[in-house]
């Protein structure tokens, strides 16, 4: 398990000649950076007299940024499992034309695996941003920018994932999956740049 190995050893292997750990693992590490932001600032905000009325909000908003932490520790190893079934996917047998059939329909199957991995990052990322926002506006003003980080890692997070869901999707002969997932790809940019933007606001609006 990537999760599993220290740092060091994990940035060891992410620099490897090795096809795993990869992008969309690393994009799934940095938004889940950014989930553990927001997590300290609402720790730094929960039970402090000054912050007392927005301390049940800053709770909820703690239980969701630790939920999407796990979801995106999570979805490390999944990336690298995705990838790893396209791999063999891949090496299948192709001597004879059904096999040629069989390892074309199993690269397929195995694509669309591999997209959703990525796809679910950038779902769990949004959200990290959308939480940084609401930390970053009622938290602990003295970390606003531990706040403002949490939602710049989640937003690198999304952004790295999409190019992993883009170089799938290409590859993907299904046009109609193709079409509902680029919908899908397009919604979550928009959403995030908008997010960000509150971000910004929010941030400007502390210092």
Not at 44 to 64: P, S
Not at 97 to 126: D, H, N, S, W, Y
């Amino acid at each position: 398990m990537l999760v599993d190995l220290t740092l060091k050893a994990y940035l060891d292997q992410l620099a490897s000649a090795a096809p795993t750990p990869g992008g969309g693992a690393a994009a799934a590490l940095t938004g889940a950076q950014g989930a553990a932001l927001v997590s300290m600032v609402c720790n730094l905000t929960i039970g402090k007299k000054k912050y007392a009325d927005v301390e049940e909000e800053m709770k909820a908003v703690r239980e969701r940024s630790e939920a999407l932490r796990a979801r995106l520790t999570q979805l490390i190893d999944r990336d690298a499992e995705a990838f790893d079934r396209v791999s063999a996917a891949y090496g299948m047998p192709k001597g004879t034309e059904e096999e040629k059939a069989a390892r074309r329909a199993a690269i397929q199957e195995a694509l669309k695996g591999a997209e959703q991995v990525p796809l679910e990052t950038m779902e769990a990322c949004l959200e990290v941003i959308r939480l940084a926002v609401v930390a970053a506006q009622k938290g602990n003003k003295n970390v606003v920018s531990d706040a403002a980080v949490g939602g710049i890692l989640g937003h690198a997070g999304l952004l790295s994932a999409a190019d992993n869901v883009r170089i799938n999707l290409n590859l993907i002969k299904d046009e109609a999956f193709v079409q509902q997932e680029q919908a899908k790809l397009d919604a979550l940019l928009k959403a995030a740049e908008e997010a960000m933007n509150t971000l910004e606001s929010a941030l400007q609006g502390k210092l």
